[in-house]
């Protein structure tokens, strides 16, 4: 064990072992979260500007967090969103995009429920009637995208199912110079004015669980991390050993293929 080769080896199996540990305190590192959102934080209403800018993804300890948004509504842009469940309830959202104020973007909002088709047409309808750009102020949660949807063989193709900024920015009104567009949506806690006159109910978006500050599959990795480290030694220590017994018994006249 004490030749050269072995040697070497040693020292090639000590580099791995101290990558993979590296690794291993790297990801228990990431394991505990040293700074976790305090209880109620997503209940205090903050200006959208400080929690996400147009076209930036909305991090994760933020999601479901309340916030504040002046702007106008853009006129012919309110359309309804299929699959939408209330208290366990399945129905629609109507949504419109807000033209916020500042930063000037498009910011896509799910106003209200219903259970109705009809209805949801209905207040759409009246929604758009009613949209004059006069500026508004609204708050509720901003929420990630949920991504767009491709529509199954036979279905309306302007049928909209999924809550997605990216598929409602098709069917929107934007200037010809275009306009930057928030990535995550709104869901409005306060209908007032026409919005309620569209006779649509609130949307119920109870606040976010917290998340456990330890992840245990990051915990799982690391010591994972930790046995593939003694396991570079393992291998170095069989494979001296084996040699050294081959040695051995060549020395004392043992041939290993006649035993």
Do not use: C
Not at 12 to 22: E, H, I, P, S, T
Not at 128 to 148: F, H, K, M, Q, Y
Not at 202 to 221: C, Q
Request: aromatic fraction near 10%.
């Amino acid at each position: 064990m004490l030749r050269p080769r072995w040697i070497a080896m040693l020292l090639f199996a000590l580099l791995v072992a101290g990558v993979f540990a590296w690794l291993g305190q790297w990801q228990l590192s990431t394991a505990i979260d040293t700074d976790p959102v305090p209880a109620g934080a997503t209940e205090e209403i903050r200006p959208i500007a400080d929690v996400v800018a147009p076209g930036e993804y909305l991090e994760e300890p933020l999601v479901g967090q309340k916030v504040e948004v002046d702007g106008a509504w853009v006129p012919d842009d309110f359309i309804v969103v299929s699959s939408r469940f209330n208290d366990d309830v399945q129905g629609y959202w109507v949504t419109g995009q807000l033209r916020t104020a500042d930063p000037e973007a498009a910011l896509a909002v799910a106003i209200g429920w219903t259970a109705s088709r009809a209805d949801a047409d209905a207040a759409a309808r009246t929604l758009n009637d009613a949209a004059t750009g006069e500026r508004v102020t609204l708050t509720g949660r901003i929420i990630s995208d949920e991504g767009p949807r491709v529509p199954d063989a036979g279905e309306d193709p302007l049928e909209q199912s999924r809550m997605s900024p990216a598929a409602l920015l098709s069917r929107w009104h934007l200037p010809e110079g275009g306009i930057d567009v928030f990535r995550p949506y709104l869901t409005s806690t306060d209908p007032t004015g026409a919005l309620a006159d569209a006779g649509l109910e609130p949307i119920s978006s109870p606040a976010p669980e917290l998340g456990s500050p330890i992840n245990w599959l990051n915990i799982f990795y690391a010591v994972e991390w930790a046995v593939f480290a003694g396991f570079a030694f393992y291998l170095w220590y069989r494979l001296a050993r084996d040699a050294w017994e081959r040695e051995v018994e060549e020395f004392e006249g043992v041939d290993p293929d006649e035993e």
